[in-house]
């Protein structure tokens, strides 16, 4: 089933740039909008601005906190910047350990909103109180490759980061150099590493849902990618596999996006970025979004009732599915 964009956005050149990042507020009533000179808040009715935020270098994420009064935006500089949502004034600015990670950047809030973690390009991650901007501590993991993902566990103190050494091209079933993939847990308190997995093969991850716990991704072989993989993560390692046929969607699978729940996957492809969105809890068809070939970052809302893309022209797009 196709879906037409309800509504289309474009950010104003000026002072803050066109769009590169997009996400929800957690009641879905506003989108945030990362660019390359600020942040920029949007009612999601009408797509219309509220207020914009100047910075001197790109915003590579940016999010809610989980009761929606923070916004924090991730910098290329290594900058966090955090605002009030409710006008975009600077709260403070946290200084992250490593550089942010161009093509995966990871951010993410604790469910409670009282913790803020963030990864650099080479496996470092800062975790802050988000109250006083005091560092609670520094992870050291120092992949070569930087972090994929990145989620705290609702309610169990831990976090849990996918991460990716890079694996030598004379190594891989394609030839080509590949990131090979490990979950690693942490306790959030003291920063001890409780646990490392590692797959028995090659994944290309996609990411961890909202609650930390279960990681999609794919398994690398020398075919076309054409099966999503589920895998909960326990004690016992990644269990629990389910295959997902992702075929209708198209080749090149790239990124994606959970909804709040879980429950929606939004996929774009790389081969035209295309985006398709995936009920994981069921059998059903996937919606495919019409006007989509120029997304470059999405968003789904938590409901699961709206995506949300930036697109490759800089402008903001909507659909409701």
Same mark, same amino acid.
Request: net charge negative; proline share 4%; aromatic share 8%.
């Given at each position: 089933?196709? !879906? ?5 956005? +474009?950010i ?8 590169q990042t997009v996400?929800?507020?957690p &009641?879905g009533?506003?989108? $945030?909008?990362?660019t390359?000179?600020? $942040?920029?808040?949007v009612?999601?009715?009408w ?6 935020? @100047? ?6 994420s940016?999010?809610?906190? /989980?009761? *929606? @009064? ?8 290594r900058?966090?910047?955090?605002l009030?949502?409710? &006008? ?9 350990? #490593? ?5 995966? /950047? ?13 990864g650099?390009?080479h496996?470092?991650?800062r975790?802050?109180q988000?109250a006083s #901007? ?9 992949t070569e490759? #930087?972090i994929?993902?990145?989620n705290?566990?609702?309610?169990e103190g831990l976090? %849990?980061?996918?991460?990716?050494p890079?694996l030598?091209?004379?190594?891989? /079933?394609t030839?080509? /150099?590949?990131?090979?993939? =490990? !979950?690693?847990?942490?306790? !959030?308190?003291?920063g001890t590493?409780?646990?490392?997995? $590692? ?7 996609? *990411? ?5 716990? !279960?990681?999609?991704?794919?398994v ?6 054409? =099966?999503?993989?589920?895998? &909960? ?9 389910q ?6 969607f ?5 990124? *994606? ?14 081969? =035209?970025n %295309?985006?398709a $969105?995936?009920?994981?809890?069921n059998? %059903? ?13 999405i968003?789904?809302?938590n409901?699961?009732? +709206?995506?949300v ?10 659909w409701?599915?």
């Amino acid at each position: 089933e196709s !879906v037409a964009a309800v509504e289309s956005f +474009s950010i104003p050149t000026t002072p803050t740039g066109p769009a590169q990042t997009v996400g929800f507020s957690p &009641d879905g009533r506003f989108v $945030v909008v990362g660019t390359k000179g600020g $942040v920029v808040l949007v009612r999601t009715h009408w797509l219309t601005q509220v207020w914009s935020y @100047s910075s001197s270098t790109y915003v590579l994420s940016s999010l809610f906190s /989980p009761d *929606g @009064s923070i916004i924090a935006a991730l910098l290329k500089n290594r900058e966090i910047h955090l605002l009030r949502a409710s &006008d975009g004034t600077l709260i403070t600015v946290l200084t992250n350990r #490593g550089k942010s990670d161009y093509s995966r /950047p990871t951010l993410t809030f604790n469910p409670e909103g009282t913790l803020l973690a963030a990864g650099g390009d080479h496996g470092e991650i800062r975790i802050w109180q988000t109250a006083s #901007g005091q560092v609670v501590n520094d992870i050291g993991v120092y992949t070569e490759t #930087g972090i994929a993902s990145l989620n705290f566990v609702r309610g169990e103190g831990l976090l %849990n980061a996918v991460t990716e050494p890079r694996l030598a091209a004379t190594d891989s /079933p394609t030839g080509y /150099p590949l990131k090979t993939l =490990e !979950v690693r847990i942490w306790n !959030v308190v003291d920063g001890t590493l409780l646990k490392t997995i $590692v797959p028995d093969h090659l994944i290309n991850p996609v *990411g961890l849902t909202a609650q930390g716990t !279960v990681l999609y991704g794919f398994v690398v072989s020398r075919q076309t990618n054409d =099966e999503l993989r589920r895998w &909960d993560i326990s004690d016992e390692g990644l269990t629990h596999e389910q295959v997902i046929d992702t075929r209708p969607f198209g080749y090149d699978i790239g990124s *994606g996006i959970f909804s709040g729940d879980g429950n929606l996957l939004a996929i774009i492809t790389y081969r =035209e970025n %295309n985006v398709a $969105v995936y009920s994981v809890n069921n059998e %059903n068809a996937p919606y495919f979004l019409a006007d989509a070939k120029d997304a470059s970052k999405i968003a789904v809302s938590n409901d699961g009732k +709206s995506v949300v893309a930036a697109t490759n022209n800089g402008s903001v797009r909507l659909w409701s599915i």
